[in-house]
């Protein structure tokens, strides 16, 4: 099996890409959070899908300009810049010749894709855990009610009302307590503007709390339920 095989493989799923040794050296170069310039530059040079199969084509043993071409059916121009590209990103590495003529190789870096592999992996798991999600007083939502709602929240707006009863019970419920944060009477207008701030429907929003017993309404006026 090569190096490629695999549905799974990050070539096949075109997020392969190399560590040059110079990749973690340079702080001053970060680019994105966990990100260096390098990295990026590696990241970068497979994003062309020819690229991508010619990267492909140099795992095994070392082929030349004209038997990629022949392969890939590509103009032997077009696989030089190429492979310039992948050689400058450390993905593929140029052999002294093959089988003893003077005609450059070419091969891929197995231990750069698997070296990029992992750096992609620490990148992740470096990731900040999300904030908590809070209730008016300061204590945090139960973990699976956060769970709900940051599955129905993006940058702070709601994507969707749900349609489920529980799951909406829990997203309004939260809202309610993002939007109502003093004990005092809020008239429709400032309710709308404050809910508008989560979604644009804010009638059913204004509704469902209602409904739930979650705030009472009289005159036009809104209060949160004690």
Not at 48 to 62: E, F, T, W
Not at 81 to 90: C, I, S, T
Not at 105 to 129: F, K, N, Q, S, T
Not at 183 to 199: D, I, T
């Amino acid at each position: 099996m090569g190096p490629f095989d695999g549905l799974d493989h990050p070539v096949r799923q075109g997020l392969v890409r190399a560590e040059p040794a110079t990749i973690g050296k340079h702080p001053a170069h970060r680019t994105m959070r966990g990100m260096d310039n390098d990295l990026l530059v590696a990241l970068k040079a497979l994003a062309d899908p020819n690229r991508l199969r010619v990267a492909g084509a140099c795992a095994g043993a070392p082929r030349t300009v004209p038997e990629l071409g022949a392969e890939l059916r590509m103009p032997e121009p077009a696989v030089r810049r190429h492979l310039d590209r992948l050689v400058a990103a450390g993905l593929v590495e140029a052999t002294a010749g093959v089988e003893g003529t003077p005609t450059h190789g070419y091969v891929l870096r197995v231990d750069a894709v698997h070296a990029v592999g992992r750096r992609l992996g620490a990148i992740e798991a470096d990731d900040p855990p999300p904030p908590d999600l809070t209730w008016r007083d300061g204590t945090p939502l139960p973990p699976e009610e956060a769970k709900v709602v940051r599955g129905f929240l993006r940058d702070d707006r709601l994507t969707t009302i749900p349609s489920q009863e529980k799951k909406r019970l829990i997203v309004v419920r939260y809202l309610r307590d993002r939007v109502f944060t003093e004990e005092r009477p809020y008239p429709e207008k400032e309710v709308n503007q404050r809910l508008a701030l989560f979604h644009p429907d804010v009638a059913t929003l204004r509704r469902a709390m209602v409904d739930e017993g979650l705030v009472e309404r009289a005159n036009g006026v809104y209060r949160r339920s004690s």
